[in-house]
C-alpha cells in the first residue's frame, strides 16, 4: 500500500480548509529548463526562462458612428418593419432580373449568322437566301455529305443541304427549333426559285418522352439552382467557418442534390430513360463547381450573395444555354455570352451524354474547372479580406442597418415575451425559471377577451386548452426540495395557479389535479384545471 508523499512542496493559491493551521510553504525554485520532448508550446503561452513582458497598449476608443437623417429615420421604425425592408431589395432584383434577361432576350428571337453546311455549291440558292433574308443565314462549302452530317450532329452547323440530291439533313435532338425552322425557311426560298420542295431527313430525332427537346434545359436549370443555393446559404450564415467545412458541406450537399434531381428527373418523372449514373456525377460536378464559385464570390458582397449568384447562374446562364433556343437566335449580349456561361456547357453534356449529339464532354469539363479553380481562388483571398473588414468593423464599432435591426428586433422579441408572460400572470426569473405574480384575488386578464377572428385584443384564446395545469414555483418560495429546474422554454405556457385560503406552498409535479374546486375559488380565466 502506497503513502502519500508529504515532501512535495505546495504551490497553488488554493485556500486551505477550516479546521486546522497549515504552514505556507514556500514554492520550490526549478534550476533547469523544463523539457518539450514531443509537446508543442501552446500558442499564446510565455516562453520558458523569459520574465519580461511585453508592454500592452490600450486600442484608441472609436469615434462614435454618424448614421445619415435617412438611416436615424430608420431605426425609428418597428424592429420587424427594418428587417422587412431591407430585405425588399429581392423581390425588386427579381423584377429588374426577368425584365432585362428573360423578357428581353425571348420575346423575338431572329435568326442571325445561322450556319447552313452546303455539300458543293448552289449560286443561286445562295443569291436567292442572300436577297431574302440578309444576313440571316451563312453558308459553309462542304466536299463531303459525311462531314457536314458529322458537324451538324455535333452542333457546329444548324443543317447541311445537298443540292444533288434536293435533300435537308437535321438534327432534332440537338436543337429542335433549329431542325424546325431553318428547313421550312430555306424551304419557302427554293420553292420561290422555282426548286422543287426538298425532303427532309432526320439525323438524330427526339424519343417520345422529350418531345420539345426542353429537358435538359430543365434539368441544367435545376443543377444550377441547387448549386448555388447551397453556396448562398453558406455565405449568408457560415461566415466564420473553416474553408474545409464549407467544402464539405458543398461537396456532400451537391451528392444529395445530384442524386435527387435525377432520380425526380429519371426513374420518377420518366423525362430521362437511363444513364443515371453518368448524369449523377455529371451534376455533381457541376454543382460542386457552381458552390465553390459562389462561395468564394460569398465572401465579398456578404449577405448580398443572391444577387450575383443568381446574375451568372440564372438569369444570364439560361437565355444563353442554348437550350430554349440556340444562340443564332439570341440577341446579344446573349449569344456571346453562350462560349463563357455554365449553362451552355451543362446543355451540351446533357445532350451529348443521353441523345448522343452535340460536342464532346471535353468543352464542359474545362469550364467546370474553369469555375471550380475560379472559385478556390475567391475563397483564398477572400477570406483575408473578409477577416480583416470584420476586425476593422469591430474596432472601429462599426454597424450596419441590417446588424441594427435585428438587434432591435432581439431586444423587442424579448420585452414581447415578458408582456406576454406577464398577461397570463407568470414572469421569468434571472435563472430561466417561469414564477407566479401576485395578483389581487379579482385580478383577471382583459386581454383574454375575444378571438383572433372576431377581433380579440392580442389574439389570445379564451377557451381553455386540455393541457392541464402545469406546476410553476411561486415567487419567494425557493427553498424546498420541489423546486423546479431549467429554461423558460422548456415545457408550454401555463395560466397562474388559483388563490385559496390556505398558506401557499410549492406545487410539486407529481400533486394530482385538485377536482373538489368551487366556483368561487376559481380565478377568472386562470382556473385551476
Same mark, same amino acid.
Given at each position: 500500500?502506497?503513502?502519500?508523499?508529504? #515532501?512535495?512542496?505546495?504551490?497553488?493559491?488554493?485556500?486551505? +480548509?477550516?479546521?486546522?493551521?497549515?504552514?505556507?510553504?514556500?514554492?520550490?525554485?526549478?534550476?533547469?529548463?523544463? /523539457?518539450?520532448?514531443?509537446?508543442?508550446?501552446?500558442?499564446?503561452?510565455?516562453?520558458?526562462?523569459?520574465?519580461?513582458?511585453?508592454?500592452?497598449?490600450?486600442?484608441?476608443? *472609436?469615434?462614435?458612428?454618424?448614421?445619415?437623417?435617412?438611416?436615424? &429615420?430608420?431605426?425609428?421604425?418597428?424592429?420587424?418593419?427594418?428587417?422587412?425592408?431591407?430585405?425588399?431589395?429581392?423581390?425588386?432584383?427579381?423584377?429588374?432580373?426577368?425584365?432585362?434577361?428573360?423578357?428581353?432576350?425571348?420575346?423575338? *428571337?431572329?435568326?442571325?449568322?445561322?450556319?447552313?453546311?452546303?455539300?458543293?455549291? %448552289?449560286?443561286?440558292?445562295?443569291?436567292?437566301?442572300?436577297?431574302?433574308?440578309?444576313?440571316?443565314?451563312?453558308?459553309?462549302?462542304?466536299?463531303?455529305?459525311?462531314?457536314?452530317?458529322? %458537324?451538324?450532329?455535333?452542333?457546329?452547323?444548324?443543317?447541311?443541304?445537298?443540292?444533288?440530291?434536293?435533300?435537308?439533313?437535321?438534327?432534332?435532338?440537338?436543337?429542335?427549333?433549329?431542325?424546325?425552322?431553318?428547313?421550312?425557311?430555306?424551304?419557302?426560298?427554293?420553292?420561290?426559285?422555282?426548286?422543287?420542295?426538298?425532303?427532309?431527313?432526320?439525323?438524330?430525332?427526339?424519343?417520345?418522352?422529350?418531345?420539345?427537346?426542353?429537358?435538359?434545359?430543365?434539368?441544367?436549370?435545376?443543377?444550377?439552382?441547387?448549386?448555388?443555393?447551397?453556396?448562398?446559404?453558406?455565405?449568408?450564415?457560415?461566415?466564420?467557418?473553416?474553408? +474545409?467545412?464549407?467544402?464539405?458541406?458543398?461537396?456532400?450537399?451537391?451528392?444529395?442534390?445530384?442524386?435527387?434531381?435525377?432520380?425526380?428527373? =429519371?426513374?420518377?418523372?420518366?423525362?430521362?430513360?437511363?444513364?443515371?449514373?453518368?448524369?449523377?456525377?455529371?451534376?455533381?460536378?457541376?454543382?460542386?463547381?457552381?458552390?465553390?464559385?459562389?462561395?468564394?464570390?460569398?465572401?465579398?458582397?456578404?449577405?448580398?450573395?443572391?444577387?450575383?449568384?443568381?446574375?451568372?447562374?440564372?438569369?444570364?446562364?439560361?437565355?444563353?444555354?442554348?437550350?430554349?433556343?440556340?444562340? &443564332?437566335?439570341?440577341?446579344?449580349?446573349?449569344?456571346?455570352?453562350?462560349?463563357?456561361?455554365?449553362?451552355?456547357?451543362?446543355?451540351?453534356?446533357?445532350?451529348?451524354?443521353?441523345?448522343?449529339?452535340? *460536342?464532346?464532354?471535353?468543352?464542359?469539363?474545362?469550364?467546370?474547372?474553369?469555375?471550380?479553380?475560379?472559385?478556390?481562388?475567391?475563397?483564398?483571398?477572400?477570406?483575408?479580406?473578409?477577416?480583416?473588414? +470584420?476586425?476593422?468593423?469591430?474596432?472601429?464599432?462599426?454597424?450596419?442597418?441590417?446588424? #441594427?435591426?435585428?438587434?432591435?428586433?432581439?431586444?423587442?422579441?424579448?420585452?414581447?415575451?415578458?408582456?406576454?408572460?406577464?398577461?397570463?400572470?407568470?414572469? /421569468?426569473?434571472?435563472?430561466?425559471?417561469?414564477?407566479?405574480?401576485?395578483?389581487?384575488?379579482?385580478?383577471?386578464?382583459?386581454?383574454?377577451?375575444? #378571438?383572433?377572428?372576431?377581433?380579440?385584443?392580442? =389574439?389570445?384564446?379564451?377557451?381553455?386548452?386540455?393541457?392541464?395545469?402545469?406546476?410553476?414555483?411561486?415567487?419567494?418560495? +425557493?427553498?424546498?426540495?420541489?423546486?423546479? /429546474?431549467?429554461?423558460?422554454?422548456?415545457?408550454?405556457?401555463?395560466?397562474?395557479?388559483?388563490?385559496?385560503?390556505? *398558506?401557499?406552498?410549492?406545487?410539486?409535479?407529481?400533486?394530482?389535479?385538485?377536482?373538489?374546486?368551487?366556483?368561487?375559488?376559481?380565478?377568472?380565466?386562470?382556473?385551476?384545471?
Amino acid at each position: 500500500m502506497s503513502t502519500p508523499r508529504n #515532501d512535495v512542496p505546495r504551490t497553488d493559491e488554493t485556500p486551505d +480548509r477550516g479546521g486546522g493551521s497549515r504552514t505556507p510553504s514556500v514554492a520550490k525554485q526549478r534550476t533547469t529548463r523544463p /523539457s518539450a520532448r514531443g509537446t508543442k508550446p501552446r500558442r499564446g503561452a510565455k516562453v520558458a526562462g523569459t520574465t519580461r513582458q511585453a508592454p500592452r497598449r490600450q486600442a484608441p476608443v *472609436p469615434e462614435p458612428q454618424q448614421h445619415s437623417a435617412y438611416r436615424r &429615420w430608420y431605426a425609428t421604425l418597428h424592429p420587424s418593419l427594418q428587417l422587412i425592408g431591407l430585405q425588399l431589395w429581392m423581390p425588386l432584383f427579381f423584377i429588374v432580373g426577368f425584365c432585362l434577361c428573360y423578357v428581353f432576350a425571348f420575346h423575338a *428571337p431572329h435568326p442571325h449568322d445561322v450556319p447552313v453546311a452546303l455539300i458543293g455549291s %448552289d449560286p443561286t440558292l445562295v443569291a436567292a437566301v442572300q436577297k431574302a433574308l440578309p444576313g440571316e443565314f451563312v453558308f459553309h462549302t462542304y466536299d463531303s455529305l459525311a462531314a457536314a452530317k458529322r %458537324d451538324v450532329l455535333a452542333g457546329s452547323m444548324s443543317v447541311a443541304y445537298d443540292p444533288a440530291t434536293n435533300e435537308f439533313f437535321k438534327a432534332s435532338a440537338h436543337q429542335f427549333q433549329v431542325a424546325s425552322l431553318v428547313p421550312a425557311t430555306l424551304t419557302a426560298v427554293l420553292t420561290g426559285i422555282g426548286a422543287a420542295t426538298p425532303k427532309v431527313t432526320e439525323l438524330a430525332p427526339l424519343p417520345a418522352w422529350d418531345e420539345y427537346g426542353t429537358v435538359p434545359m430543365y434539368v441544367m436549370l435545376a443543377w444550377c439552382i441547387g448549386g448555388y443555393m447551397v453556396a448562398m446559404f453558406i455565405g449568408i450564415m457560415g461566415g466564420p467557418l473553416r474553408h +474545409r467545412t464549407r467544402m464539405t458541406v458543398i461537396v456532400v450537399g451537391g451528392l444529395v442534390i445530384s442524386v435527387i434531381t435525377n432520380t425526380l428527373a =429519371g426513374p420518377v418523372v420518366g423525362a430521362i430513360h437511363g444513364h443515371w449514373i453518368e448524369l449523377v456525377l455529371i451534376a455533381w460536378g457541376w454543382i460542386v463547381a457552381i458552390g465553390l464559385a459562389v462561395n468564394g464570390l460569398s465572401y465579398f458582397v456578404g449577405r448580398f450573395i443572391a444577387a450575383p449568384a443568381m446574375i451568372c447562374f440564372v438569369f444570364l446562364s439560361m437565355p444563353s444555354s442554348g437550350g430554349a433556343y440556340p444562340k &443564332w437566335f439570341m440577341p446579344e449580349p446573349f449569344a456571346w455570352l453562350n462560349n463563357v456561361v455554365v449553362g451552355s456547357s451543362m446543355v451540351d453534356m446533357i445532350k451529348h451524354q443521353v441523345y448522343g449529339v452535340g *460536342p464532346g464532354p471535353a468543352r464542359g469539363l474545362i469550364t467546370m474547372g474553369c469555375y471550380a479553380l475560379a472559385g478556390l481562388v475567391l475563397m483564398y483571398f477572400g477570406k483575408q479580406w473578409w477577416e480583416r473588414r +470584420r476586425i476593422r468593423a469591430i474596432v472601429q464599432g462599426r454597424t450596419t442597418m441590417f446588424q #441594427d435591426a435585428n438587434t432591435a428586433n432581439r431586444e423587442f422579441l424579448g420585452k414581447q415575451r415578458d408582456a406576454e408572460l406577464a398577461r397570463h400572470g407568470l414572469e /421569468s426569473t434571472e435563472t430561466g425559471t417561469l414564477s407566479i405574480l401576485d395578483q389581487d384575488d379579482g385580478w383577471e386578464d382583459e386581454r383574454t377577451g375575444g #378571438d383572433v377572428f372576431t377581433g380579440g385584443r392580442d =389574439g389570445l384564446e379564451v377557451e381553455t386548452t386540455p393541457t392541464g395545469r402545469i406546476p410553476v414555483v411561486r415567487s419567494g418560495d +425557493r427553498s424546498g426540495p420541489q423546486q423546479r /429546474s431549467g429554461g423558460a422554454g422548456t415545457g408550454p405556457r401555463t395560466r397562474p395557479v388559483p388563490r385559496t385560503e390556505t *398558506p401557499r406552498t410549492t406545487a410539486r409535479s407529481d400533486a394530482p389535479v385538485r377536482s373538489d374546486a368551487t366556483d368561487g375559488q376559481r380565478h377568472g380565466r386562470h382556473a385551476d384545471r
